[in-house]
């Protein structure tokens, strides 16, 4: 092992920036800002792993560095309540330990999480009013409301001794966002006049031109396509999307039928959503409520727009669900887009829908979805208010970041600063420049524990599922001869019923390797162990054309 | 275990067709037809298992009905040399044993894959001229030129006493297809006069309006942005679209730079071609004859657009390919679509492009590929064309099955039949009509050998990719009591350096439930078994939160 690189040199009279996730990659955000030796955190979420890490669901940063810091953290401040900003908190606040602030929307969302977590009642969580302000340390913010596909983005005016900060969060301009308060463009305005360091954000859309859209729009369409179905009728969305929520809702009431939410998500949204002042006088059914009526009568909200395997849409797909089932003539609304990499689950699901004789609606066939990310238009628009002297991209891969970097600087902002995770950067005083590197890594939730992703026993896994398992245990007496025939069993292989003989030529091929070795050898375990290994790696090579684990186990038997 | 159902009523005096792959699925087709006893197969294909089965790569239909028929199967008559066509030749014929024919092209291609399998001498692999003609018993097949991404594809008439049909193969309408013969309008036409039984055809663009365009636009597009370019230069494509291929080695001439293949199977599917009279004149320098070349003289032609991970352009991305490089102000051009699934490893691909300064370039933002597939201008076109009696759409999923029905119907089709894997359809006399259903189901290629797709071996790689496995050996005397301390390993679980004292752990809590059994259960092996493997259950619930496999091996030491 190498002795680990020297911590960056973080200096005590400037302003710096420090992501530790979200720059390179969408997911699992978090942003670090340091100055007179005082640290503020921005975000703290959780990314998904996809087929990268068998065994593995939920990936989060690994905060060891501001960990070993973390007297000098300050506050984690939360910009709104998706997954990839809030959902490492429950995880990873036990490292950290520092108070939390969100709006209530986000405070609400997250108190669900500590809660399964049983931490409610450590965190010391605090309720941030829209627009509100906060000081900490030699950081002053401001939240600046924007618009995005969730109740409550922020953006936060950082102002300190170095010059203003405007962190973006997740954003669009969305001239009618239909649920919480509108984008705050004066405030946006009012910081670039007073004159804006930085600009860190969003580049998800980066690469696209044009405008996002707005969800008004996505709610005339969807009530237009909800009137006019007389069959049973689902639409599948995205659960924290609490206008999208309301705008199928009050379809559903125009068209005479009750709304009612199906899958487990969306209660907790829902629940959420109320707490903070949303949804109000929206009638909402539960999937109890709505049991007795027909499918006719009822709009289902349904989880599992992802192809989830386990949420309502899979189990209606699959005519598994106890409460909904739908069948020829009846529609389902895919109210959502294809998060990359869930390509083939939800061509399933469709194809399963289909098959039924259902029809399936996706926003390649109407305009059922529009992106909570700003596309090309948006960011001009927000570069000309802002008016930054560097814009760091962040909440990218790196053709995002890139692509937003590249219009920063045709925008004619004088610093477009490229960084990845790690990345210590110097935003003031001096040219922005990144002055050193932060260990950045991934940690895993693998079962009830946290791991570091490269943890010999994920390796191990992903070995497993290519070639199976070979276990042997060869009972030896003091001079290391086999005392009984070794045995042979495989799991992922020769572990069919037509593999009997398969593993007692395995068994007979271990002893004659172990029983072969020269006298002074075989009193060796680690050279029995070696021989018997060999001895099955080269047997299945040949019989399966597989390279197993190989697990040996010499167990020498005394007397 | 149920008895397997009764075969399906073949009936002599008709014409049957029996798709065993590619109804309901892109990939792996396998279409059979029956006439007076006797059987035609038409294609015989792979597919990718992508992650759905843990260490399985090609997946391939079983044939078990029809190798229990096998010597009433005449040939399988290949449409042409695309793997979801041809791929599972050199694995399946060995269950067939039949004669095969096919045009040079895919005779070359297959004639490849024979020899790695050792059958080169053994397939009785006959050419049939393109428009040619073959009589195989009941059925009179004439080949009909299509277009498509790949030399020589061919639709099949297929006269017999019941009636005429055509088999589409994949096809598109290019109007100028660039490498081989054009689509021959004349003989679909002829069929149509004569009168057509039934159209058995591509689905793949079904639910895509319009038209799929033609390889001559996509050669302008290539030639115009590879003149442009100064530095160095990648396109990566499909390896089989030998017009593309020819497009990229003209246009890099035109700049004047050379051509150079980078990739086995480029090089494989230039040896077909050439061997089929393709590609003449065409100069194309191997990996070898480029190597001395500056990058900027070359154009590399790669494999590897679908971000495999070992081919050519990952290696070239993760700068480990040994003769080449790119880096700041190059240029890789993806001439591809990406095959659902792949969006990842794709776009991890154009990422570590990006990264290194690479300028990528896709289909979205430029004309740089088109689909092999017909869109529904030209679907129309063929049933105006074809005027068939029955349509049954194939190669497609579900939804692009169905969306070619329902536009068969509105073509005012009479009798647009739906079908799926297994079904046979008796197609004359009388109304088109399912009237059984044969076994039909998947065969993956395991390492050398061909197993069932719900082969237990299968189902315990997915186990052991998400839990990894315990194995424990415990040493029993007669009594069944331990005689040493249990030997506790973990692979994919407890195999971390920080887990030595959990495995000990396990080891006591072994001992305890095997010693704790009452004297009688004790000498009952299955018994020890199921108290070890309890023990090590839960144990590894409450300190890991996982399931793992659990395998136990009692060893009985006598004496």
Not at 32 to 60: E, K, N
Not at 311 to 317: F, G, L, S, V
């Amino acid at each position: 092992m190498n002795a680990p690189p020297p911590p960056p040199a973080v200096q005590r009279d400037a302003l710096h920036f420090l992501p530790l996730g979200g720059a390179g990659e969408i997911g699992m955000n978090l942003n670090l800002y340091a100055c007179r030796g005082q640290w503020l955190m921005v975000d703290l979420g959780i990314t998904f792993a996809g087929d990268s890490l068998p065994g593995i669901d939920v990936i989060m940063p690994d905060p060891a560095f501001i960990e070993e810091r973390r007297d000098d953290l300050l506050a984690i401040v939360l910009t709104h309540a998706h997954e990839d900003h809030l959902g490492a908190v429950a995880y990873l606040w036990p490292r950290l330990r520092c108070p939390v602030y969100a709006t209530p929307f986000a405070a609400a969302v997250l108190r669900e999480k500590l809660r399964d977590e049983g931490l409610l009642s450590e965190v010391p969580l605090t309720e941030v009013a829209l627009s509100g302000r906060l000081d900490l340390g030699p950081f002053a913010l401001t939240l600046i409301s924007l618009t995005h596909s969730i109740p409550e983005p922020n953006a936060l005016l950082i102002e300190t001794p170095y010059g203003r900060v405007v962190h973006t969060g997740d954003w669009k301009i969305d001239p009618d966002p239909l649920v919480g308060d509108p984008l705050d463009e004066a405030a946006l305005r009012q910081a670039g006049e007073a004159g804006v360091l930085a600009l860190v954000g969003d580049s998800t859309n980066a690469t696209v031109e044009g405008e996002s859209g707005s969800e008004a729009d996505v709610r005339r369409t969807l009530a237009a396509l909800i009137a006019e179905r007389e069959h049973g009728l689902a639409v599948t969305l995205f659960a924290s999307n609490v206008a999208r929520l309301e705008s199928v809702a009050l379809a559903a009431r125009d068209a005479g039928r009750e709304p009612v939410l199906v899958g487990r998500s969306l209660q907790r949204y829902v629940r959420a959503a109320r707490a903070s002042g949303y949804l109000d006088g929206v009638r909402l059914l539960t999937e109890d409520e709505g049991a007795p009526l027909h499918k006719s009568q009822v709009v289902y909200l349904c989880t599992g727009c992802q192809g989830e395997p386990r949420a309502a849409m899979a189990r209606i797909a699959g005519d598994s669900h106890p409460r909904v089932s739908l069948g020829t003539g009846d529609t389902v609304i895919f109210s959502s887009k294809i998060i990359p990499g869930n390509e083939r689950p939800i061509g399933a699901l469709h194809n399963r829908l289909v098959q039924q004789g259902v029809e399936v609606i996706t926003e390649k066939d109407a305009g059922v979805h529009v992106s909570g990310h700003p596309c090309r238009d948006e960011l001009r628009q927000m570069y000309q208010w802002v008016r930054p002297q560097i814009a760091v991209p962040v909440h990218g891969e790196a053709r995002h970041m890139q692509a937003h970097g590249a219009l920063a600087r045709a925008l004619q902002v004088p610093e477009p600063v490229l960084v990845e995770n790690g990345d210590l950067l110097r935003l003031a005083p001096g040219p922005a420049t990144v002055i050193g590197r932060a260990p950045a890594g991934r940690l895993a939730l693998d079962g009830g524990q946290i791991v570091a992703t490269d943890h010999v026993s994920i390796g191990a896994r992903r070995k497993l599922m290519h070639n199976g398992a070979v276990f042997v245990s060869v009972v030896v007496d003091r001079g290391g001869r086999t005392l009984i025939a070794p045995m042979v069993s495989g799991r992922g292989i020769l572990d069919g019923d037509d593999d009997e003989a398969a593993r007692d030529t395995l068994s007979a091929a271990v002893a004659d390797a172990v029983d072969g070795l020269p006298r002074k050898q075989a009193r060796d375990g680690a050279a029995l162990e070696e021989a018997a290994r060999l001895a099955v790696r080269r047997a299945v090579k040949v019989s399966h054309g597989k390279r197993p684990v190989i697990d040996v186990q010499i167990v020498r038997v005394p007397g």
